[in-house]
């Protein structure tokens, strides 16, 4: 019969934190965003919606629609 035993400080783990708190995903210039951000993703002309997730233990950008949304500014004069 074989015994386990371990022994030394172990860090506390909160239930409270996520296991993937840290975890993130990466935009074409390199800036991180956190789990469940959206951006908007192009390649060459076509753009799409994405949302940052985890897919088994990776972090992705899943697709959520195509296209992404503008604000345009109108610039009809101003009704007095």
């Known amino acids: 019969m074989m015994a386990l035993v371990a022994a030394g400080p ?3 783990i909160s239930s ?3 296991p993937h708190a840290a975890c993130t995903c990466r935009t074409k ?3 991180r965003r ?3 951000q959206t951006v908007c993703i ?3 002309d076509a753009a799409y919606l994405a949302r940052c997730e985890m897919d088994l233990n990776v972090t992705t950008w899943k697709k ?3 296209g992404c949304p503008e604000a345009r500014l109108s610039l009809s004069p101003a009704s007095t």
Do not use: C, M, N, V
Request: proline residues 6%; glycine residues 16%; hydrophobic residues 40%.
């Open 10 to 12: 172990f860090p506390a």
């Open 29 to 31: 210039d390199g800036s």
């Open 42 to 44: 192009r390649i060459g």
């Open 34 to 36: 956190e789990l469940g």
């Open 16 to 18: 409270a934190a996520s």
């Open 64 to 66: 959520l629609k195509d």
